[in-house]
């Protein structure tokens, strides 16, 4: 794995732990359903996502995601840090096999930071 590459997952962590910090007040984000008797609209759309990514359509996923964002919903925002920490976590070979990079998971988190109104620019020093 090449020196961009480490510095992207780095990147991605980094944000994660920021967000985590900044908005939730928790070390890290992992999504949780918390009532299985009673799903929410952004736990629905948590059990697609991973659905479609243990099925290695992860492209298939970012687009359900970015098409049912609810920017006024904190839980959502949960939902898509957790997609882009867990498939950042996947090998090269893995991503180059689902058509996605490190890249676009750099990219796709940005644009929902932007969407959230989160400053980029507190991520800068990461």
């Not at 950042?88 to 893995?94: L, R, T, W, Y």
């Amino acid at each position: 794995m090449g020196y961009t590459q480490d510095w992207l997952i780095r990147q991605i962590e980094g944000i994660g732990r920021c967000v985590a910090k900044l908005i939730f007040k928790t070390s890290s984000i992992e999504y949780e359903i918390h009532d299985k008797d009673n799903y929410s609209q952004a736990d629905k759309l948590y059990e697609e996502i991973h659905s479609l990514i243990s099925q290695h359509k992860i492209c298939e996923a970012e687009n359900l995601l970015f098409k049912t964002l609810d920017k006024n919903n904190l839980d959502y925002l949960k939902v898509a840090v957790d997609f882009y920490q867990t498939i950042s976590k996947f090998s090269e070979n893995q991503l180059e096999e689902c058509n996605f990079s490190r890249e676009e998971i750099f990219e796709g988190l940005q644009d929902i930071l932007k969407i959230y109104n989160v400053p980029i620019s507190n991520f800068d020093l990461i």
